[in-house]
């Protein structure tokens, strides 16, 4: 599915500025892609929404997991900060610069995220009544 996702905007990317596509020999990657540099991964990871960046197309979520915070790039508004999120990630980048945030991250993931519940609260014991 994550494979999927990555081709499709891969894809999406590589049509010409009136719509058509590319000529057959022509390179499929558009160097204005923000993953056209990226390295496709798949990976799962969860954490708290700390920081909310939008980036018109893109939202930038600064996420606090296990491994400490990590920046995703989400298509669409994300989740707002304070939320508990699983990210399904799809492609990673070092180095990126985003010229609409101007801001570089020294690491981005791409992927995709749903809230997640909060870490569950112990079962309830209940004795039989006597």
């Known amino acids: ?5 990555l081709s499709s905007l891969l894809t999406a990317c590589s049509t010409g500025a009136d719509g058509t596509p590319p000529p057959p ?11 056209a540099a990226a390295t496709p991964i798949v990976a ?4 708290e929404v700390e920081r909310v960046l939008p980036a018109g197309g893109y939202t930038y979520l600064e996420i606090e997991g296990d491994a400490g ?3 995703v790039a ?4 994300g989740l707002p900060a304070g939320s508990r999120a699983r990210v399904d990630a799809y492609a990673i980048q070092h180095d990126f610069h985003s010229r609409r945030l101007d801001r570089d991250f ?15 609260s112990p079962p309830v014991t209940t004795r039989p009544s006597t």
Do not use: I, K, Q
Request: glycine fraction near 8%; aromatic fraction near 8%.
């Open 25 to 35: 020999d022509a390179t499929r990657v558009n160097t204005a892609s923000p993953l």
């Open 74 to 77: 989400v298509m669409g508004p």
């Open 1 to 5: 599915m994550a494979l999927l996702a």
């Open 106 to 120: 020294a690491e981005l993931v791409f992927g995709t995220v749903v809230s997640s519940p909060r870490e569950a």
């Open 44 to 47: 799962v990871f969860e954490g």
């Open 69 to 71: 915070a990590r920046w």
